[in-house]
C-alpha cells in the first residue's frame, strides 16, 4: 500500500499521534516505539503549553491513502531523531531515516552536521538499515526494565521514621515548586519550574494524581518522588520519573513509594509497568531488586554527514 509523507499540522496530528502508540503498544516489542507518558511530555510538559513544544522543530508524519497514520518521525534533543512505526509497516524506515538526516541533523563543531538514533539491541531490523546508511555505534545507550504484574506477591511499603508518604496536589503552586525544586536537586538541573509540572498534571491524559506519589521530609521539603504515568487503554503504568534528593538518599525512601506505586498500578488492573534507566550500575540493581529482571538495553547510533 502507498504511503504519504506530510509535516506534522496541528492538534488533530498529535492525538492521531499518540493513538498510534497505544495501538501498537500489544504488537511491538517493549520499547520499539514510546510509550504514551514520553509523548504526552513533549506536548504538555512546560510552561506554556499554548507554545507546542513538538512543533519547534521538524515533525514528519507518514500515512496511507485512506489516512491511518502508520509512522512518524520527532526530535527529542538537538541532534536526535525518534522513529514511532506500526510493525505493519517497517519497510518504511529507511525513508524515515533519509528524512531524519536531511531536517534533524544538526552542526558540529567541525562545519560538518550529526544525527543520533536510539537502536535497542534486538532490533536487527534499524542496525542493518543505520549500517548501511553509514551510522556508528555508540558505546553510550540506556535501557527499559519491564515487569509484568502478574499474580505474585508484591513488597510493602516501609517507610523511614519521620517521613510521610502522600500524593502530590498539582491544585497547590507550592507542590509544584517543591517537585520542581526536588527535580533540579535530584538531576544536577536549573530549568526545572513549578509551571511546566502543573501544566503536565492539568493536560496530560497518562497523568493519574493518586499515582502521583512524594515522601514529605519532617521540614516539609519533598525528599523523593515517583510519577506513575497510565496507558488506560493498555493496562500500563510507567514509572518516570523516580527521584530522590541527594540529603535524604540511603533511606529507602524511592523504594517505598515504587512499592506503593505497584500496589495502586495492580489495584487500578494494571499488567505491565515499565522504567527507563541507564547504565548506572546502582539504578539497574534497585529496578532489579523490585522485579523489573526483564532488561531491553539500547545504544545511540551516530552518522555525520559531510557540508
Request: overall charge negative; aromatic content about 12%; proline content about 5%.
Amino acid at each position: 500500500m502507498q504511503v504519504y509523507a506530510h509535516a506534522l499540522s496541528g492538534e488533530d496530528d498529535f492525538w492521531r499521534m499518540r493513538a498510534l502508540l497505544s495501538v501498537t503498544f500489544p504488537i511491538t516489542p517493549i520499547g520499539l516505539n514510546w510509550e504514551v507518558r514520553r509523548l504526552d511530555g513533549q506536548r504538555f510538559y512546560e510552561a506554556g503549553v499554548t507554545a507546542n513544544r513538538l512543533q519547534a522543530r521538524p515533525v514528519q508524519l507518514w500515512e496511507t491513502a485512506d489516512g491511518d497514520l502508520v509512522g512518524y518521525v520527532l526530535a527529542e534533543g538537538r541532534d536526535d531523531a525518534h522513529i514511532q512505526i506500526h510493525p505493519d509497516y517497517r519497510h518504511v524506515e529507511p525513508d524515515m531515516v533519509a528524512w531524519a538526516e536531511e531536517h534533524l541533523a544538526a552542526p558540529t563543531a567541525d562545519g560538518d552536521r550529526a544525527l543520533e538514533i536510539y537502536t535497542y539491541e534486538y532490533d536487527a531490523l534499524r542496525q542493518h538499515i543505520l549500517t548501511e546508511r553509514g551510522y556508528t555505534k555508540m558505546e553510550y545507550g540506556g535501557m527499559v526494565r519491564h515487569l509484568r504484574l502478574g499474580k505474585q506477591p508484591l513488597p510493602q511499603p516501609v517507610i523511614a521514621a519521620g517521613y510521610t508518604l502522600r500524593t502530590t496536589d498539582p491544585d497547590d503552586l507550592a507542590d509544584c515548586q517543591r517537585i520542581a525544586d526536588l527535580l533540579n536537586a535530584a538531576f544536577g538541573r536549573t530549568f526545572h519550574n513549578a509551571l511546566e509540572y502543573r501544566n503536565f498534571t492539568r493536560y496530560a491524559p497518562c497523568f493519574r494524581r493518586d499515582l502521583d506519589l512524594v515522601m514529605e521530609a519532617p521540614d516539609g521539603s519533598f525528599a523523593a518522588y515517583i510519577g506513575a504515568p497510565y496507558d488506560e487503554e493498555n493496562h500500563y503504568g510507567i514509572f518516570e520519573p523516580v527521584c530522590t534528593h541527594p540529603d535524604h538518599q540511603r533511606k529507602g525512601l524511592a523504594r517505598a513509594l515504587m512499592a506503593e506505586g505497584l500496589l495502586r498500578l495492580r489495584a487500578l488492573g494494571a499488567v505491565d509497568v515499565t522504567v527507563d534507566t541507564g547504565d548506572m550500575v546502582a539504578a539497574n540493581a534497585f529496578y532489579t531488586a523490585m522485579g523489573f529482571t526483564e532488561a531491553y538495553k539500547g545504544y545511540s547510533w551516530r552518522k555525520t554527514i559531510a557540508e
